[in-house]
């Protein structure tokens, strides 16, 4: 009976760390990343007070951008979900837009437009 025990265990330790080994190489899968543009166009405003911006995909920054100019920028993201938004950070003006989802797919180029207007700033996909 010690002997089926024994046995029974090493089995159920074999097959816990056989499932696990197959977890690690579909987490590998996920994180493979590719060569995005990202291209963000921020046109003036008259009536808006027209500051610079930085753009932050998953939390971290990419670049900045002048009101009236369209930028790109080329990043590595996965395969999936991610999130772009806008920061001003003036003197006086501290603003920060709400963080947008999209998705990276099959597509090599994303578009987006921010807005400066009295209420301050919006990002949205074009």
């Not at 963000?40 to 920054?61: M, Q, R, T």
């Not at 930028?71 to 993201?77: A, D, F, I, R, S």
């Not at 806008?86 to 989802?101: G, V």
Request: net charge positive; aromatic share 12%.
């Amino acid at each position: 009976m010690k002997k089926f025990f024994w046995v029974l265990l090493i089995l159920l330790v074999l097959s816990y760390i056989g499932k696990n080994t197959n977890k690690g190489t579909e987490d590998e899968k996920s994180t493979e990343t590719k060569i995005v543009t990202i291209q963000v166009e921020y046109p003036k405003n008259k009536g808006a007070y027209n500051d610079d911006a930085f753009i932050y995909i998953d939390g971290d920054k990419v670049g900045s951008i002048k009101a009236g100019k369209t930028e790109e920028y080329t990043v590595n993201l996965s395969e999936g979900p991610h999130k772009i938004h806008a920061k001003r950070d003036t003197l006086i003006r501290k603003y920060s837009t709400k963080k947008i989802k999209f998705n990276v797919g099959d597509e090599d180029i994303y578009y987006f437009k921010l807005f400066d207007d009295t209420w301050g700033l919006t990002i949205n996909e074009k």
